[in-house]
């Protein structure tokens, strides 16, 4: 009987080891050395990505083969955020004055500029779409209101968000461009966002909630929050966000944080991502991504443990739309591919 105790356990460490073990990162060669922060996964075939210096990429073939692209007259400007359709349509943002966003209907041969804003003040951070058509992005506050601009014809259009109807920052709050995933779809008809710097909150329509994760200097606050549909749980919504602080990025102190009833309540993670994390992204049930300068971890329980499985730095990860492939993107043209 103590022997088959034994068996069982030694296989059920050994099972817990191999998975751990089998999670890893597979770097792509990459024949560029442009910051990278926009990344749209459409297939497991399909991948874009934009970062500093006017740059876009393209992959077409699970990202073993890459197109670099120049966006002409836009060669100093920063894609911080890049939503593809396919393979042939995508949108860019350039971040600040003026906000440029841009989309491309023939596999970035060519670009259309379909929205400037030069008020003094502007910086986009993030863009979200729920569909092929309506979309959504997010700019730091301008006169002491977050900035919103909605599209409901696939991003040709984009129209502000009346003032008066815009979330109100406090001193110091704003948002952080890592990553392009600090507003996401809550549901198929709202969005959510969150803010960082003196102050860290998630906003749901007029709804501002404070989030426990370290705040309070410009360098603190939440960097990315993920949403996934969980029907078994009342409220439907499981919330993760992560961040830290980039100027200590080693630190796991309050950086991290998941609610199970779409914001209400909020707990910490017990053993939290190993340190200032970028992004985050759901790859499947209670199973989670997380990246930053420092490394990259998983969680396969929701959220509530993380494992470091890489040291190497990345500023995004994303999952595909349709399809389970999961990239990442970073500084110097970093790219790798989560093999699970």
């Known amino acids: 009987m103590k022997l088959l105790y034994f ?15 089998a999670q890893q990162i597979e ?3 990459s024949a560029n050395n442009s ?8 297939s497991d075939r399909i991948v874009w990505v934009s970062g500093s210096h006017g740059t876009v990429g393209r992959s077409l073939d699970g990202g073993k083969t890459w197109e670099w692209m120049k966006v002409s007259h836009f060669e100093e400007r920063d894609f911080r955020d890049i939503e593809a359709f396919d393979a042939r349509t995508a949108i860019i943002m350039a971040i600040t004055e003026p906000a440029n966003i841009l989309k491309t209907t023939d596999g ?8 400037t804003d030069s008020s003094q003040g502007m910086f986009l951070d993030a863009m979200e779409f729920w569909n ?37 920052a406090d001193s110091g709050e704003a948002c952080f461009a890592s990553s392009g995933t600090n507003v996401r779809a809550l549901d198929r008809q709202q969005a959510c966002f969150i803010s960082g710097g003196s102050k860290s909150r998630l906003f749901i329509q007029d709804r501002k909630i404070q989030l426990p994760i370290i705040q309070g200097q410009s360098s603190t606050g939440a960097n990315s929050v993920a949403v996934e549909d969980n029907h078994q749980l009342k409220g439907g919504k499981r919330i ?12 796991s102190v309050q950086n991290a944080c998941l609610s199970h009833d779409g914001g209400k309540t909020w707990i910490k993670p017990e053993t939290p991502p190993h340190g200032y994390r ?14 930053g300068t420092s490394g990259v971890d998983v969680s396969r329980d929701g959220g509530m443990h993380w494992q470091l499985i890489s040291h190497q730095s990345f500023h995004v990860c994303r999952k595909a739309k349709k399809g389970k492939a999961v990239f990442l993107a970073g500084a110097s043209g970093a790219l790798g591919k989560l093999i699970w």
């Not at 959504?136 to 009346?162: E, K, M, N, S």
């Not at 993760?240 to 630190?251: I, Q, R």
């Not at 970028?278 to 990246?291: A, N, Q």
Request: contains cysteine; glycine residues 12%; proline residues 4%.
């Open 27 to 29: 770097m792509i060669a």
């Open 35 to 42: 910051s990278l922060r926009g990344l749209s996964v459409v």
């Open 108 to 115: 970035g041969k060519t670009w259309k500029t379909v929205f």
């Open 278 to 291: 970028s992004c985050v992204e759901y790859i499947g049930p209670d199973r989670l991504i997380t990246c």
């Open 240 to 251: 993760m966000v992560v961040g830290g602080d980039f100027k200590a990025d080693s630190s």
């Open 7 to 21: 068996t069982l356990w030694l296989f059920c460490n050994l099972t817990i080891f191999r998975q751990g073990q």
């Open 132 to 168: 092929d058509q309506s979309g959504i992005a997010l700019g730091d506050p301008v006169q002491g209101r977050f900035y919103i601009i909605r599209t409901f014809d696939g991003g040709d259009h984009w129209q502000p968000i009346a003032f008066d109807k815009l979330p109100q």
